[in-house]
């Protein structure tokens, strides 16, 4: 089975920085996309970025200029770097992976959630 687990997150003075990281394990052929999403109490869960095999790169406008996603697809390993937090980032963080092809025989694609880690941003 794949798994994903993500570490990183934390208490953060508005203005500071964390940096999450995802990795995934696992018998993994490759990953196509790997993303980190967000759910503050009482909302929806929504997209901060997203990041393909070949580097590219989405993000949700909020988060524009503030964060960065990254990977190290040898590692299966995506990393948010998160700067110049707000209060309103506060949020569970979860990372995702798309058509994570594996084996099955031949082979077959997941998607994978992680089990989420805290980030808390104090004013």
């Known amino acids: 089975q794949v798994q994903l687990v993500e570490s990183g997150g934390g208490l953060v003075q508005a203005g500071g920085s964390l940096r999450l990281s995802c990795a995934a394990s696992g018998i993994i052929f490759s990953i196509n996309i790997m993303g980190w999403y967000r759910q503050a109490p009482g909302k929806q869960r929504e997209l901060v970025a997203t990041i393909t095999s070949g580097g590219s790169t989405n993000y949700a406008d909020s988060v524009k200029g503030r964060f960065t996603i990254s990977r190290d697809n040898a590692k299966n390993t995506t990393y948010l770097q998160m700067n110049s937090l707000k209060p309103e980032d506060t949020a569970v963080y979860y990372c995702?992976?798309?058509?994570?092809?594996?084996?099955?025989?031949?082979?077959?694609?997941?998607?994978?959630w992680g089990q989420g880690t805290l980030v808390t941003v104090s004013s």
């Open positions: 995702n992976a798309d058509r994570v092809r594996v084996p099955s025989p031949g082979y077959r694609y997941l998607e994978v």
